[in-house]
Protein backbone atom coordinates (compact mmCIF):
# COMPACT_ATOMS: atom_id res chain seq x y z
CA UNK A 1 0.00 0.00 0.00
CA UNK A 2 0.95 3.16 -0.21
CA UNK A 3 2.11 5.65 2.82
CA UNK A 4 -1.03 7.65 2.02
CA UNK A 5 -3.74 4.76 1.54
CA UNK A 6 -5.56 3.93 4.87
CA UNK A 7 -7.46 0.38 4.45
CA UNK A 8 -10.14 -0.28 7.75
CA UNK A 9 -13.10 -2.41 8.58
CA UNK A 10 -15.06 -3.63 11.02
CA UNK A 11 -18.05 -6.63 11.69
CA UNK A 12 -20.51 -6.70 14.56
CA UNK A 13 -23.01 -9.00 16.41
CA UNK A 14 -25.78 -7.10 18.54
CA UNK A 15 -28.57 -8.43 19.91
CA UNK A 16 -31.93 -6.76 20.20
CA UNK A 17 -34.95 -7.48 22.93
CA UNK A 18 -38.01 -7.90 22.10
CA UNK A 19 -39.66 -4.78 20.88
CA UNK A 20 -43.01 -3.51 23.54
CA UNK A 21 -45.65 -2.63 21.31
CA UNK A 22 -48.11 -0.14 23.11
CA UNK A 23 -50.55 0.45 20.39
CA UNK A 24 -53.75 -1.27 20.08
CA UNK A 25 -54.28 -4.10 19.32
CA UNK A 26 -50.97 -5.25 19.48
CA UNK A 27 -51.46 -5.85 23.42
CA UNK A 28 -52.98 -9.18 24.81
CA UNK A 29 -55.43 -7.10 26.98
CA UNK A 30 -57.07 -6.26 23.85
CA UNK A 31 -59.19 -9.27 23.74
CA UNK A 32 -62.28 -10.21 24.32
CA UNK A 33 -63.53 -10.21 27.13
CA UNK A 34 -61.26 -7.51 28.38
CA UNK A 35 -61.77 -5.17 25.84
CA UNK A 36 -63.99 -4.71 22.72
CA UNK A 37 -65.38 -1.96 20.73
CA UNK A 38 -69.05 -2.58 20.43
CA UNK A 39 -71.54 -1.37 17.17
CA UNK A 40 -74.77 0.32 17.74
CA UNK A 41 -76.57 0.56 14.33
CA UNK A 42 -79.43 2.75 13.63
CA UNK A 43 -82.20 3.06 11.14
CA UNK A 44 -81.41 6.46 11.31
CA UNK A 45 -85.03 7.37 12.42
CA UNK A 46 -85.03 5.76 15.84
CA UNK A 47 -81.92 6.81 17.67
CA UNK A 48 -80.41 3.32 19.30
CA UNK A 49 -78.41 5.18 22.37
CA UNK A 50 -80.01 8.20 24.48
CA UNK A 51 -78.44 10.61 26.76
CA UNK A 52 -81.84 9.29 29.63
CA UNK A 53 -81.12 5.46 28.29
CA UNK A 54 -77.03 5.59 28.71
CA UNK A 55 -75.40 3.09 27.66
CA UNK A 56 -76.58 0.06 27.20
CA UNK A 57 -75.00 -2.95 29.52
CA UNK A 58 -71.84 -4.46 28.08
CA UNK A 59 -72.94 -7.52 25.32
CA UNK A 60 -69.94 -8.90 23.90
CA UNK A 61 -72.64 -9.46 21.03
CA UNK A 62 -72.53 -5.98 20.35
CA UNK A 63 -68.77 -6.97 19.33
CA UNK A 64 -69.24 -7.76 15.37
CA UNK A 65 -66.05 -9.81 13.64
CA UNK A 66 -63.96 -9.16 16.96
CA UNK A 67 -60.06 -8.99 16.51
CA UNK A 68 -57.06 -11.80 18.07
CA UNK A 69 -54.34 -10.56 19.14
CA UNK A 70 -51.78 -13.38 20.11
CA UNK A 71 -47.59 -13.56 20.76
CA UNK A 72 -45.34 -16.27 20.02
CA UNK A 73 -44.50 -18.41 22.50
CA UNK A 74 -41.30 -19.49 21.46
CA UNK A 75 -39.90 -15.62 20.37
CA UNK A 76 -36.29 -15.43 19.32
CA UNK A 77 -34.12 -12.97 20.23
CA UNK A 78 -33.25 -10.42 17.22
CA UNK A 79 -29.72 -10.23 16.21
CA UNK A 80 -28.33 -8.04 13.85
CA UNK A 81 -25.21 -8.41 12.45
CA UNK A 82 -23.19 -5.14 10.17
CA UNK A 83 -19.79 -5.32 8.21
CA UNK A 84 -18.48 -2.64 6.86
CA UNK A 85 -14.95 -2.28 4.42
CA UNK A 86 -13.04 0.87 3.56
CA UNK A 87 -10.46 2.08 1.36
CA UNK A 88 -9.14 5.90 1.88
CA UNK A 89 -6.51 7.31 -0.48
CA UNK A 90 -4.70 10.73 0.05
CA UNK A 91 -4.26 12.77 -3.03
CA UNK A 92 -2.06 16.03 -3.27
CA UNK A 93 -3.80 19.38 -2.21
CA UNK A 94 -5.24 17.77 1.28
CA UNK A 95 -7.46 16.25 -0.59
CA UNK A 96 -9.33 12.55 0.50
CA UNK A 97 -11.12 9.69 -1.72
CA UNK A 98 -12.55 7.18 0.28
CA UNK A 99 -14.54 4.44 -1.10
CA UNK A 100 -16.80 2.01 0.93
CA UNK A 101 -18.95 -0.99 1.35
CA UNK A 102 -21.43 -1.30 4.11
CA UNK A 103 -24.07 -4.06 4.69
CA UNK A 104 -26.17 -5.54 7.60
CA UNK A 105 -28.70 -8.42 8.25
CA UNK A 106 -31.38 -8.82 10.85
CA UNK A 107 -32.75 -12.19 11.32
CA UNK A 108 -35.94 -13.34 14.34
CA UNK A 109 -37.24 -9.75 13.61
CA UNK A 110 -40.53 -9.10 15.38
CA UNK A 111 -43.41 -8.68 12.78
CA UNK A 112 -47.13 -8.74 12.93
CA UNK A 113 -48.89 -11.46 10.95
CA UNK A 114 -52.64 -11.29 10.37
CA UNK A 115 -53.66 -15.28 10.87
CA UNK A 116 -57.09 -14.46 9.58
CA UNK A 117 -56.12 -12.42 6.52
CA UNK A 118 -58.64 -13.17 3.57
CA UNK A 119 -56.10 -15.32 1.21
CA UNK A 120 -58.32 -14.99 -1.85
CA UNK A 121 -59.10 -11.89 -3.34
CA UNK A 122 -62.33 -10.92 -4.88
CA UNK A 123 -65.51 -8.67 -5.21
CA UNK A 124 -68.20 -8.27 -2.34
CA UNK A 125 -67.68 -8.49 2.12
CA UNK A 126 -64.24 -9.76 2.67
CA UNK A 127 -65.53 -11.01 5.92
CA UNK A 128 -67.11 -14.24 4.65
CA UNK A 129 -63.51 -14.96 2.97
CA UNK A 130 -61.88 -15.15 5.76
CA UNK A 131 -60.79 -18.59 7.38
CA UNK A 132 -62.59 -17.89 10.50
CA UNK A 133 -65.14 -15.32 9.29
CA UNK A 134 -66.71 -14.93 12.77
CA UNK A 135 -63.89 -12.93 13.60
CA UNK A 136 -61.89 -9.44 11.90
CA UNK A 137 -58.31 -9.99 12.30
CA UNK A 138 -55.48 -12.44 14.26
CA UNK A 139 -52.81 -9.94 14.97
CA UNK A 140 -49.95 -12.31 15.48
CA UNK A 141 -46.79 -11.05 17.04
CA UNK A 142 -44.15 -13.25 15.86
CA UNK A 143 -40.36 -12.94 14.99
CA UNK A 144 -40.86 -13.79 11.18
CA UNK A 145 -38.89 -10.75 9.38
CA UNK A 146 -35.60 -10.77 8.25
CA UNK A 147 -33.91 -7.73 6.29
CA UNK A 148 -30.48 -7.16 4.25
CA UNK A 149 -29.25 -4.38 3.52
CA UNK A 150 -25.93 -3.65 1.32
CA UNK A 151 -24.58 -0.06 -0.02
CA UNK A 152 -21.62 1.44 -1.58
CA UNK A 153 -20.19 4.46 -0.55
CA UNK A 154 -17.47 7.15 -2.32
CA UNK A 155 -16.57 9.96 -0.36
CA UNK A 156 -14.27 12.56 -1.96
CA UNK A 157 -13.00 15.42 0.74
CA UNK A 158 -10.96 19.01 0.25
CA UNK A 159 -9.79 19.51 3.42
CA UNK A 160 -10.15 23.83 4.15
CA UNK A 161 -7.38 25.81 2.44
CA UNK A 162 -7.58 29.48 1.22
CA UNK A 163 -11.17 29.84 3.40
CA UNK A 164 -12.58 26.44 0.78
CA UNK A 165 -14.16 23.63 2.22
CA UNK A 166 -15.10 20.60 -0.13
CA UNK A 167 -17.15 17.58 0.75
CA UNK A 168 -19.31 15.29 -1.36
CA UNK A 169 -20.92 11.79 -0.78
CA UNK A 170 -22.45 9.44 -2.68
CA UNK A 171 -24.43 6.26 -1.71
Same mark, same amino acid.
Given at each position: ???????????? %??????? %?????? /???? +????????????????????? !????????? %??????????? !???? /???????????????????????? %?????????? /???????????????????????????????????????? +???????????????? +???????
Amino acid at each position: MLSQTVLSGAFG %IFWSGQE %IRTAAP /LQLA +YNLPFYYQPTFDSDGITPVLT !VSGGFPTMN %ILNAPDPGVTS !VDSR /LKTPSYTEWNLSLQQGLPFQTTVE %ISYAGSKGTH /LQSAVDRNQVITPGPGDIQSRRPYPNYGPFTAIENLGNST +YNSFQLKAEKKPSHGL +YFLSSFT
